[in-house]
């Protein structure tokens, strides 16, 4: 499952903010609407891929972002109601530009320093 | 204490695939990769593209399966430049794999490059290998309803292929829904429909990857 590898992916790059002194306690992400992630299967790959590292009492925090689109026709901007119907409510067509949804961010992490 | 970071998460794969790019920019090779679903007939496409194009182009390929390295002998017979990329469970190729795949590959021979990616129609859709098009592979026997099932190729293809028409006699494939469903997504969906095992509609499938290879 793509989520395994994504969670791979976070797990390296949290690596590298996180001092060996520092406890991380909690992910802060951002995902669109547009990707293809499941949350609960994500929170279970995010899980297993920490199980066996310092970070395994971490928990993920996912803010998902509304999809945003551009009529290319009209230039009116809407969110659409399903991924499945990009339909304009201004002009009734489909020409969709997406301006946001999409992409998986890494927003910031929570770290406790003990002994601070 | 809280740490801003703000960085994409497949930032690495994201590096790797522009690298990628470039690599096969400055190669003069046009890169595609095939998005669909298992046994869509992604490879029997390549099969018969490769048996069409003559030696209009020189046409390297990457396939990439979970295992065997089935789909790399049957292109084999048709091409000198073919490798199997095994992803080992993986739903879909990432960028390192096909960095891996390219050194197997006489990248200044080659025109072309076409990339099979894993049978899925879901999870390859966002990993960027460093292709400058993709490819949405759509069949008859699937059903009418799959382009609504999966929007987001819909949306990202540079073109959409609608195979095995030559059993739409046999099954109940409604066009008017398949196409209805693409309206109400994109309506200027680039679609060309062809069966890869009679050779219906192969010729504007050609056109369009001499038409590509040429713009590259
Ligand atoms: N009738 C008909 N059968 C087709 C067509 N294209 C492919 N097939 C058959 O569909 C089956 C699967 O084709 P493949 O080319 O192996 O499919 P694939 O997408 O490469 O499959 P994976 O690599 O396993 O995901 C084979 O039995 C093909 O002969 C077509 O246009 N018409
Ligand atoms: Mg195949
Ligand atoms: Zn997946
Ligand atoms: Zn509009």
Redesign the interface.
């Known amino acids: 499952?793509?989520e395994?590898?994504?969670a791979a992916?976070?797990l390296?790059?949290v690596r590298q903010?996180i001092a060996p002194e520092a406890v991380l306690q909690c992910v802060h992400?951002q995902i669109g609407r547009?990707?293809?992630l499941e949350e609960t299967v994500f929170q279970a790959a995010w899980s297993a891929m920490t199980n066996d590292t310092p970070f395994a009492d971490s928990t993920l925090t996912i803010e998902w972002v509304p999809i945003l689109v551009r009529c290319r026709k009209c230039q009116g901007e809407y969110t659409p109601e399903d991924?499945?119907?990009?339909?304009c409510p201004k002009c009734d067509?489909?020409?969709?530009e997406?301006l946001q949804g999409s992409?998986?961010?890494?927003?910031?992490?929570?770290?406790?320093?003990p002994g601070e | 204490?809280?740490?801003?970071?703000?960085?994409?998460?497949?930032?690495?794969?994201d590096e790797i695939a522009a690298e990628n790019r470039r690599t096969l920019k400055d190669a003069g090779v046009v890169t595609i990769t095939l998005i669909g679903s298992p046994g869509s007939g992604k490879t029997t496409l390549l099969e018969t593209t490769l048996k069409s194009l003559g030696n209009d182009l020189s046409v390297g390929l990457l396939t990439g399966d979970i295992a065997t390295s089935r789909d790399a002998e049957r292109l084999a017979p048709h091409s000198p430049h073919v490798a199997q990329i095994n992803t080992g469970g993986?739903?879909?190729l990432?960028a390192n794999q096909i960095k891996q795949g390219m050194k197997q590959l006489p990248l200044d021979k080659l025109d072309l490059l076409i990339i099979e990616n894993v049978g899925n129609l879901?999870?390859p859709?966002?990993?960027d290998l460093g292709q400058d098009a993709k490819i949405g592979l759509f069949s008859v026997p699937e059903g009418d309803d799959k382009p609504?099932?999966h929007?987001?190729i819909v949306?990202e293809a540079s073109l959409l292929v609608l195979n095995k028409i030559d059993l739409i006699p046999y099954v109940s494939f409604d066009r008017d829904v398949f196409y209805g469903?693409l309206?109400?997504?994109?309506?200027?969906a680039p679609v060309m429909e062809l069966s890869a095992t009679t050779g219906e509609g192969i010729d504007n499938w050609l056109d369009w990857l001499r038409r590509l290879a040429d713009e590259g």
């Open positions: 499952m793509h395994t590898a994504i992916s976070l390296e790059q903010y992400l547009m990707e293809h991924r499945a119907i990009m339909i067509s489909a020409y969709p997406i992409g998986i961010i890494l927003k910031s992490l929570d770290i406790d320093i | 204490m809280n740490i801003p970071v703000v960085e994409n998460v497949l930032k690495l794969n993986s739903c879909h990432d879901i999870c859709v966002g990993f609504a099932k929007p987001r949306l469903d309206k109400s997504m994109r309506e200027d």
